[in-house]
């Protein structure tokens, strides 16, 4: 079993924007150079988050890394054209051939004030997310009927990137199976092993050759004290909508302005943050339901902490098990 890193480039702590991109990209190298499989950016809105654009944090991760996969975790596609982010991860696979992925969200990546901004020349009655995903798969894989069948985003397209959907739900999972794409679980934000069970076996039940990736938040270290801190500052608030729609935000007061700003009625509900947390031998023992378990690929680490030194460490400590395979049992594994 392979890993990767989620990297949402958070503004570090006692540092600037400039400087916390600057270690993004030392993340990208440093992660490359202990044999990690892949490494995705974020995009996010409005927060106090310095990965607004992946598309263009990826060209750059990708000229400074050599072997790992540079992908996006993902790319917000209800906000654009599914025409262009085809052609923009087509062109950045010219650049670096079989290391670009392009994952994509359904989410909005923000809160209302800049999901409006993005939309504001958007007509009333925009395309949904799914059949938006449907017509960028097309467009990935060159296979438009109709009108659109001519449409080529690049004179070549014979190594096109490697498409995921990112989701937290059984819906989300079965989806991406029959789109015939890859699909990963973004479990640190879920926090429901039935529910991630159950979004495993709705993938596999429909795709056998997909990669299944499982997103987790993890840290490695040794101070006790640190873990009841990480779970306060990562809590989740899942924000349900009069008309169904369902959003999680983290953190209390952004929970209060979703709410504040909604236009229909609400409810919030707190989730505690689900972390991997302890020593390195700690950590090794709480990942192995993850790493023995048959239908999942590969595992991928968010690093839910503002601390340079801690992220740091956290990749370090866990390079040594990254081509670990899933037949090896778990005492097999230090």
Do not use: C
């Amino acid at each position: 079993m392979e890993f990767g890193i989620l990297n949402q480039s958070p503004i570090l702590d006692g540092q600037d924007v400039a400087s916390s991109i600057k270690d993004t990209m030392e993340l990208a190298k440093k992660a490359d150079e202990l044999g990690y499989r892949r490494y995705y950016v974020s995009e996010h809105h409005n927060e106090p988050l310095a990965g607004t654009a992946p598309e263009i944090m990826i060209s750059h991760l990708l000229a400074h890394t050599e072997h790992i996969n540079i992908g996006s975790g993902g790319v917000m596609l209800q906000h654009y054209n599914p025409f262009k982010v085809a052609e923009q991860f087509q062109l950045m696979s010219h650049l670096a051939p079989g290391r670009v992925d392009l994952g994509i969200g359904k989410a909005p990546g923000g809160l209302h004030l800049s999901t409006t901004a993005l939309q504001s020349e958007l007509k009333k009655d925009r395309p949904s997310f799914d059949d938006k995903f449907k017509a960028l798969n097309h467009f990935i894989n060159q296979s438009h009927t109709g009108e659109l069948k001519d449409l080529q985003t690049s004179p070549d397209t014979s190594n096109p990137p490697a498409v995921f959907l990112l989701g937290s739900s059984p819906n989300s999972a079965a989806f991406s199976a029959v789109e015939n794409v890859n699909f990963i679980y973004a479990h640190f934000i879920s926090n429901n092993k039935q529910k991630l069970q159950d979004s495993i076996k709705a993938y596999r039940e429909n795709n056998d050759a997909g990669k299944l990736i499982v997103a987790l938040s993890v840290i490695v270290t040794e101070d006790k004290a640190l873990e009841a801190k990480l779970k306060e500052e990562n809590v989740i608030y899942e924000i349900s909508f009069e008309s169904g729609k369902k959003l999680r935000v983290g953190g209390k007061d952004r929970a209060e302005e979703t709410v504040a700003s909604a236009e229909e009625p609400v409810e919030s509900e707190r989730i505690e943050a689900d972390i991997i947390i302890g020593s390195r031998d700690e950590v090794f023992e709480k990942l192995e339901w993850y790493i023995n378990n048959n239908e999942i690929d590969e595992l991928m680490f968010h690093l839910p902490t503002k601390d340079e030194t801690i992220r740091h460490q956290t990749i370090e400590a866990l390079a040594p098990i990254h081509s670990i395979h899933k037949s090896q049992p778990f005492s097999e594994i230090k």
